[in-house]
């Protein structure tokens, strides 16, 4: 069984820095793409970041040029570098991974446990 394990998550004030981290074990496989969705109350939870095995990265239009996604394949661990957070950052963030398809073609979705980020001014 996959277990995708978050610990960085904290309170800061506007402006600072926060840095998330998820380890991923239980798998014999390598994780195809990790990543980072939020959620705050009442809203649906959002895509953050993605990277894939090979380095690949995705941002929400919403982090770019503040977050900065990284991952240690070898380690099945992936970062979320947050800077210059806003009170608009303040969630629950989760960690994401999905397995590569298996020879039926399936794939699966793991979530980690989340972790909290609160921004205050």
């Known amino acids: 069984q996959v277990q995708l394990v978050e610990s960085g998550g904290g309170s800061v004030q506007v402006g600072g820095s926060l840095r998330l981290s998820c380890a991923a074990s239980?798998?014999?496989?390598?994780?195809?793409?990790m990543g980072w969705y939020r959620q705050v109350p009442g809203k649906q939870r959002e895509l953050v970041a993605e990277?894939?095995?090979?380095?690949?990265?995705n941002y929400a239009d919403s982090v770019k040029g503040r977050f900065t996604i990284s991952r240690d394949n070898a380690k099945n661990t992936v970062y979320l570098t947050m800077n210059s957070l806003i009170p608009e950052d303040t969630a629950v963030y989760y960690c994401?991974?999905?397995?590569?398809?298996?020879?039926?073609?399936?794939?699966?979705?793991?979530w980690g446990q989340g972790t909290q980020v609160t921004v205050s001014s």
């Open positions: 994401n991974g999905l397995s590569p398809p298996t020879s039926w073609g399936a794939v699966y979705k793991y």
């Open positions: 239980g798998s014999s496989f390598r994780l195809n793409v």
């Open positions: 990277v894939t095995s090979g380095g690949e990265t």
